[in-house]
């Protein structure tokens, strides 16, 4: 119990870099991801494009474009900090993912409420924004928040580059220490807690988008 409380501090540091880093990314992701998805709906040379960079993105790991970011970048003048960099490449990383939630939401939306906003004369962008989005988003918000639980996994390839998250926290303590039980059961508790807590907020959510 004593260990437990003695890295406690260290955890609920990690913790908040873990949540701000991973939520910044998420969001960024799902914003971009539903914004390009909008774009490419009406454009086929858009949406070849977006296919193909989902493509490249899906297809290889993400270690591999944090170390674009990281350290390829500065070779072309833009140095980015430790969490800018994870910032930035996690929220591409996933916006390919919240891009294809987003395409499924809306393919699984009946082409007959399409073909009755044309009878009455509603344009293509008013339909996507007040028919077809109210019940896509619906459809996909636990699609969205499995792919948010993701993310906050993924984010713990940051430690490569120092972050200072909760996987490098706790290997960090490991080095020092030289324990392992407890450093990797706080970070196990961590992550689950992480993920709970997207998980109830999703269905709290979704109660209510339902219920309203």
């Known amino acids: 119990m004593n260990e437990f409380l003695l890295y406690l501090p ?24 539903f914004l390009l998805h909008a774009l490419c709906r009406s454009n086929a040379w858009l949406f070849g494009i977006w296919r193909v960079w989902v493509w490249l993105i899906r297809g290889t790991p993400y270690l591999a474009q944090l170390a674009v970011f990281y350290f390829g970048l500065p070779a072309l003048g833009l140095t980015l900090s430790a969490v800018e960099a994870t910032v930035m490449s996690l929220a591409l990383y996933s916006a390919a993912y919240f891009g294809e939630i987003f395409r499924t939401a809306w393919k699984s939306i ?29 459809f996909s918000l636990p699609l969205l928040g499995n792919q948010c639980i993701l993310v906050i996994k993924e984010s713990a390839v940051a430690s490569v580059i120092t972050v200072p998250e909760l996987t490098m926290t706790t290997g960090q303590i490991v080095a020092t220490t030289y324990t392992y039980i407890v450093p990797y059961t706080l970070l196990i508790i961590s992550y689950w807690l992480l993920a709970q807590g997207i998980s109830l907020s999703v269905r709290l959510l979704s109660r209510q988008v339902t219920e309203g």
């Open 10 to 33: 260290d955890f609920a540091r990690a913790l908040g870099v873990t949540l701000g880093v991973s939520l910044s990314a998420a969001l960024c992701g799902a914003c971009g991801g």
């Open 110 to 138: 009946g082409p007959g409420q399409l073909e009755a906003a044309q009878v009455h004369d509603i344009s293509a962008w008013q339909s996507f924004w007040f028919i077809q989005s109210p019940q896509a988003l619906r």
